[in-house]
């Protein structure tokens, strides 16, 4: 055993552990839309706070913009003052739909910047009725395969029939155990 002034600390506690499992669901969204990353394939994230990468930084250069950091560039597009962002509120990473509305803002190309929200996501910190560790325990809904469009016209009608000599069978037992009981 170690001197106990330097062990570490257990997550004892519950709201500690609260905390904690809260921090790991913020680090599931994005800051500026509030989308889950788990939407996209490629699983792109950038940080919100940092320097820029070097694609943007290029094009930065092309456009004589001034900004270096992701702050300030989040603050020019979005409006949103992320250097006062504090670790157990907000989200640390953005997502790459965000990024891309970013780069379309300085790039020369003729298309509109389209952002889907007219309000920026509000992040409130962690409370018994928290919508964020709610929404992570409840899950996705996963769609079903539907293997019907899949299988020709005769393997469909193979498997309705044999669906169909299943039921007659339980029903069929379900009359002469019904009988017995009433005998």
């Known amino acids: 055993k170690g001197h106990p002034k330097f062990a570490k600390k257990a997550h004892n506690d519950g709201k500690t552990r609260d905390k904690a499992v ?28 940092g320097p820029v990468d070097a694609k943007t930084q290029s094009l930065l250069r092309k456009k004589e913009k001034k900004a270096t950091s992701w702050p300030d560039l989040i603050a020019r597009v979005f409006r949103i003052d992320v250097k006062a962002d504090v670790d157990s509120i907000h989200p640390t990473e953005f997502c790459h739909n965000c990024w891309r509305i970013m780069h379309r803002r300085f790039s020369s190309a003729p298309c509109e910047v389209y952002f889907p929200r007219n309000t920026t996501m509000e992040w409130r ?19 079903r395969n539907h293997t ?13 029939r044999a669906r169909q000599v299943r039921l007659r069978k339980r029903r069929a037992q379900a009359k002469v155990s019904g009988n017995g009981v009433l005998k």
């Not at 913020?26 to 996209?40: A, E, M, P, V």
């Not at 019907?148 to 309705?160: E, I, P």
């Open 22 to 49: 809260h921090q790991a669901n913020l680090r599931h969204f994005c800051r500026i839309c509030g989308n889950s990353f788990q939407t996209d394939k490629h699983k792109r994230r950038h940080p919100v706070h």
């Open 125 to 143: 910190p962690h409370s018994p009725s928290c919508d964020i560790c709610y929404s992570t325990r409840q899950g996705l809904k996963r769609k």
């Open 148 to 160: 019907h469009g899949l299988l020709s016209k005769k393997t469909q009608m193979m498997l309705d």
